[in-house]
């Protein structure tokens, strides 16, 4: 069984469009996390959530939205696309023991044209 | 704000050699991350460094941490092809939801 999973894997779309990703995990983890990898590879924290309340929110703007249904679910919805949003995006999970070590996601690669 | 500097970020070496990849960060972090991503995949975890002096190691990899320097290192020995991938060092605290903060990685190269 997968721990962390997202949905799609690849999306291609054009400017203008709005999108979501999707991600489960199934390690019964409280903190599940959004992270944005850019064409460099630099990793950067967008969102966090834990027990489905934000307690994160990075200078984001505000076309990017989360949603967690329950504490196994964290959405990422993205409103009017721009080509700078192409990256990969990565979900993540975390449990409380005393590592607090985070389990990724396969990613989701987003191509903005 | 942790900040979190990696060098060197780009890295050929020969198989057999040994090398050391290092890893400053800014302020007082609770947990040191190692981590490890092949081109097109997710990040692997390849350490947890939580105390000052810890050291862990599996095969030929081997991290070290220093709190009072705030520096970590990631020691290769006896480079294989095998190992050739980006590493990936991350530190975090209370103060950002235990968050990670990344450093650019090093790309790592091993040549026969």
């Known amino acids: ?113 | 704000e942790l900040k979190v500097e990696q060098n060197p970020l780009f890295l050929s070496m020969q198989e057999g050699k040994n090398y050391t990849i290092y890893c400053n960060y800014s302020t007082t972090s609770d947990r040191l991350y190692w981590y490890r991503q092949d081109p097109g995949k997710s990040l692997e975890s390849l350490f947890v460094l939580l105390s000052n002096g810890a050291v862990k190691q599996e095969g030929r990899l081997m991290a070290s941490l220093d709190t009072k320097a705030r520096l970590s290192t990631l020691h290769i020995t006896a480079a294989v092809h095998d190992l050739s991938a980006t590493y990936f060092c991350a530190v975090t605290n209370s103060n950002s939801g235990y968050a990670l903060n990344f450093g650019k990685g090093t790309s790592l190269l091993v040549t026969p």
Not at chain 1, 54 to 73: M, Q, Y
């Open chain 1, 1 to 113: 069984d997968t721990a962390v999973s997202q949905t799609p894997k690849y999306l291609v779309t054009q400017m203008g469009n709005d999108k979501s990703i999707k991600c489960e995990q199934n390690l019964g983890h409280d903190t599940m996390y959004w992270y944005k990898q850019d064409s460099k590879k630099f990793l950067k924290i967008m969102f966090s959530y834990n027990n489905k309340e934000l307690i994160i929110n990075e200078t984001v703007p505000n076309r990017f939205s989360p949603k967690s249904p329950d504490k196994a679910h964290l959405n990422l919805h993205i409103n009017s696309l721009e080509l700078g949003d192409s990256a990969v995006y990565f979900c993540a999970s975390r449990g409380t023991t005393t590592s607090y070590e985070q389990y990724f996601g396969p990613g989701t690669r987003l191509t903005v044209t």
